[in-house]
């Protein structure tokens, strides 16, 4: 749920040569902040989703605005978890009179591909999926030997082999206590076991409980990081430097906004590929149990 301060699950990575974004819930909005990005001879848009629930999907709406030119990938889960592929599953999604037009009316360069279970290779990257347990089932996304996206299920056990060997999670954390775990969201205190289990050198917190208020989120942080120090709480804009020795990639969380001047968009940008130095110095920063 969008709030004053913050916008619903999109994540844009950097390091892989494309516009690379987990989901797209409102938060893809932010990308309209970057400019001079939307060159036709720039490499393609690729947008995984996790499945289809609308705080994941309704940026898609925005694509046409965002990538005028460009070549666009979608992929979802498809017939191997929904029985119907992602193209007919979106075709639904995003149709009259819902929006004016068809996904691919409003972007004529793109393409929508299933996201199956086991090993995908989409626009030269290895993306391995696993089916999870939600409401409708979700898909737990594992990019190469790098990154783990584990949102919109519970703590599950088998989760923890799934992305054993990438150093960084990013995990769903809807609060804090077993209790949630009845709403079959992610409790912290589960996130944090699954977290070492698998051995992970980073812990990315992300949908968090929108209701939950800022002190509430702060709180929830310092517990995280009280138990396993390299460990945040996404927040809107703030670029997620990777460990040293794992600098390939850095994260943008879109879902998350401090209503701040969107110039600074561009200086997290320009962040993300400043020295090691500089990295090392936000990340002690922000290490900080505040
Ligand atoms: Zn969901
Ligand atoms: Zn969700």
Redesign the pocket.
């Known amino acids: 749920m969008p709030r004053y301060n913050h916008h619903?699950?999109a994540y844009r990575v950097e390091g892989y040569g494309l516009e690379l974004i987990l989901d797209a819930?409102t938060g893809l909005c932010r990308l309209a902040d970057l400019p001079g990005e939307n060159a036709a001879e720039l490499p393609p848009a690729l947008i995984l989703l996790s499945?289809y629930?609308l705080?994941?999907t309704a940026g898609l709406i925005y694509l046409s605005a965002l990538f005028p030119r460009r070549r666009i990938i979608v992929a979802a889960p498809g017939t191997a978890v929904y029985g119907e592929s992602a193209a007919a599953i979106l075709n639904r999604l995003i149709a009259p009179p819902f929006f004016a037009h068809s996904l691919n009316q409003a972007n004529p360069d793109l393409e929508v591909v299933d996201l199956a279970p086991g090993e995908n290779h989409i626009a030269g990257l290895r993306i391995q999926c696993r089916i999870q347990t939600h409401t409708n089932p979700s898909m737990g996304i594992r990019i190469g030997n790098e990154l783990a996206y584990i949102?919109?299920t519970g703590c599950d056990a088998a989760t923890v082999e799934f992305i054993s060997g990438c150093p960084l999670l990013m995990h769903?954390c809807w609060g804090r206590g077993e209790a949630i775990a009845a709403s079959g969201h992610a409790h912290l205190e589960g996130v944090i076991q699954i977290a070492r289990q698998a051995g992970v050198d980073q812990l990315l917190l992300v949908?968090i409980n929108p209701l939950l208020t800022k002190s509430e989120i702060n709180e929830l942080e310092a517990a995280a990081q009280r138990e396993f120090p390299d460990s945040a709480v996404a927040r809107d804009l703030v670029a997620w430097p990777m460990a040293p020795g794992q600098e390939k990639l850095n994260l943008t969380p879109l879902f998350k906004s401090q209503a701040r001047n969107p110039k600074q968009i561009q200086i997290a940008k320009i962040q993300m590929t400043e020295t090691k130095a500089r990295q090392k110095q936000s990340r002690n920063t922000r290490k900080k149990p505040s």
Do not use: I, K
């Open positions: 619903t699950a819930g499945h629930h705080d994941h949102t919109d769903e949908h």
